[in-house]
């Protein structure tokens, strides 16, 4: 009970970790729906992904779930709070402890199996007997707005928390390397969820390059689910076959100069549909129209 009674003894920290998250998920957020998809002199306009923008009532579901996000990050963070104020955990506020070298090294090492635990949860998820009531939420967003980066159910929440509850326990990090990977989690996540490309044409291709995941490969996760499970990396996706089959030919379209938006399959509409067996996730797929 003493873990208990330190926990409701950390609750006054709460509101400051509050602020923090919400500082963290609402400017990334704002800033980019107001460039990308307010701001008419928007430069990436003719790199729009889907045809047409989420209309007023979607962002604001994507908004209050993002809010209600951020309630449930920093609930876990005042565990964290806890665990590293009484020594439980690996974290560590002196450099000289580990040197520079390790800071990077945990840093890059943070982000590698965060994308390893992202991916693997992520694909769980979308198993049929999960999916209504994990992610389904954040599935509602087909064309998703920078906001979509962080509307979860409660559940789905909990989960994308617990990488860090989790690894603190298991990899010594430095305070400021937390808090770098936390900045670098939701200026990725909210990019990949901005509705536009901002990476160069033939990126997918690149022998380097390519290992990163860019806007199209998360966007067509939303338009056309059942593919592309990745968060940073395309590495998982492409070891495990679940890398979507036009990936490269729609990334080449959207950034291909041309005005407008490219749909990932031509005159196809979309609906959303359950799933045909226990083996397909249930989702959004591509559909004729009709003649």
């Not at 809010?67 to 020594?87: D, E, H, S, W």
């Not at 031509?266 to 799933?275: E, F, L």
């Amino acid at each position: 009970m003493a873990a208990f009674d330190d926990l409701i003894a950390a609750l006054p920290a709460w509101p400051t970790i509050l602020g923090v998250h919400l500082l963290l998920i609402v400017v990334p957020a704002s800033a980019a729906f107001l460039a990308l998809w307010v701001w008419k002199g928007n430069p990436l306009r003719g790199r729009k992904i889907q045809p047409g923008y989420a209309p007023s009532h979607a962002i604001r579901r994507e908004v209050f779930y993002s809010l209600q996000t951020a309630f449930i990050f920093a609930l876990n963070g005042v565990f964290i709070y806890v665990a590293m104020a009484k020594g439980w955990s690996l974290t560590y506020t002196e450099v000289a402890d580990y040197g520079w070298a390790y800071a990077v090294f945990s840093l890059a090492a943070t982000i590698v199996l965060h994308d390893a635990y992202f991916y693997w949860t992520h694909r769980l998820m979308h198993h049929p007997r999960l999916f209504d009531r994990f992610h389904r939420l954040h599935h509602e967003s087909h064309s998703p707005s920078p906001w979509a980066a962080y509307a979860f159910a409660p559940l789905e929440a909990v989960i994308q928390a617990l990488f860090l509850t989790i690894l603190i326990f298991v990899l010594p990090l430095h305070v400021m390397v937390i808090y770098l990977f936390m900045a670098h989690m939701i200026v990725r996540n909210v990019i990949g969820h901005s509705g536009f490309e901002f990476f160069p044409r033939g990126t997918p291709a690149h022998a380097v390059f390519g290992l990163l995941t860019t806007n199209t490969h998360h966007d067509l996760h939303h338009s056309a689910t059942g593919s592309n499970y990745g968060l940073y990396f395309t590495w998982w996706d492409r070891l495990a076959g679940t890398e979507h089959p036009r990936y490269r030919e729609v990334f080449d379209r959207v950034t291909g100069g041309r005005e407008g938006p490219a749909a990932p399959s031509s005159g196809a509409a979309v609906t959303w549909t359950p799933a045909a067996s226990a083996n397909e996730s249930p989702g959004l797929r591509r559909r004729a129209p009709a003649p």
